[in-house]
């Protein structure tokens, strides 16, 4: 067998290790960098570069906030974040 061809490619290599140390964001963390990009003060793309993500992946971020936020005033709450939120809206409704 060429041993060309049983080892991966030193590029197949970093990508590999590039994938599994991506950096994972919370759902908190999104909403914070969401938030900061709604604010206005930096452009997107500085918000992007200083937090090391994609233009696109803000601008899904936002897209599901906003929807989630949607979904939330129109009253869904299927996804409530626990039961004391729902306990307190059952007990005020209209909040």
Known sequence: MNAKHSRPSAQAVVKDIRRATRKQYGAEEKIRIVLEGLRGEDSIAELCRREGIAQ???????????????????GDTSR????????????RPGI
Do not use: P
């Open 56 to 74: 696109g992946v803000y601008y899904k971020w936002s897209k599901d906030f906003m929807e989630a936020g949607k979904r939330r005033l129109a």
């Open 80 to 91: 409530a974040a626990n039961t004391d939120e729902c306990a307190i809206c059952a007990a």
